[in-house]
């Protein structure tokens, strides 16, 4: 069983920075891509950026890129989230996602920014920016 389990959310003023967690755990984990999306009340999940296992390739939202990194560390098969100069509009629930190594039933190609892609998925992490 697979497991993604998040965390370092919290609330932090407008400016401030917080760094996101997701570690993965299970024997049979294997998955080419990680992704962090993030949901805010009465909207849709939103892509928020993405790494790739090999390579470290990295993909980021229009809305975060220049203030969020996405990173990960193969060897704990955990990725991180790092955000600065948050702003309130960033407050959402943050969840963690892995896609397949290889799927038969969807595509999973750069930038890695639609739901579909993943296949595992974590419970979610609040993260609170107060102006």
């Known amino acids: 069983q697979v497991q993604l389990v998040e965390s370092g959310g919290g609330l932090v003023p407008a400016g401030g920075s917080l760094r996101l967690s997701c570690a993965a755990s299970?024997?049979?984990?294997?998955?080419?891509?990680m992704g962090w999306f993030r949901q805010a009340p009465g909207k849709e999940r939103e892509f928020v950026a993405a790494?790739?296992?090999?390579?470290?390739?990295?993909y980021y939202a229009d809305s975060v890129n220049g203030r969020f990194t996405i990173s990960r560390d193969s060897a704990k098969n955990t990725v991180y989230l790092q955000m600065n100069s948050l702003k309130p509009e960033d407050t959402a629930v943050y969840y963690c996602?892995?896609?397949?190594?290889?799927?038969?039933?969807?595509?999973?190609?750069?930038?890695?920014?639609?739901?579909?892609?993943?296949?595992?998925w974590g419970q979610g992490t609040q993260v609170t920016v107060s102006s």
């Open positions: 299970g024997r049979t984990f294997k998955s080419y891509a």
């Open positions: 996602a892995g896609t397949e190594y290889y799927s038969d039933y969807v595509t999973i190609v750069a930038p890695f920014d639609r739901t579909s892609e993943y296949y595992y």
């Open positions: 790494i790739t296992w090999s390579g470290g390739s990295t």
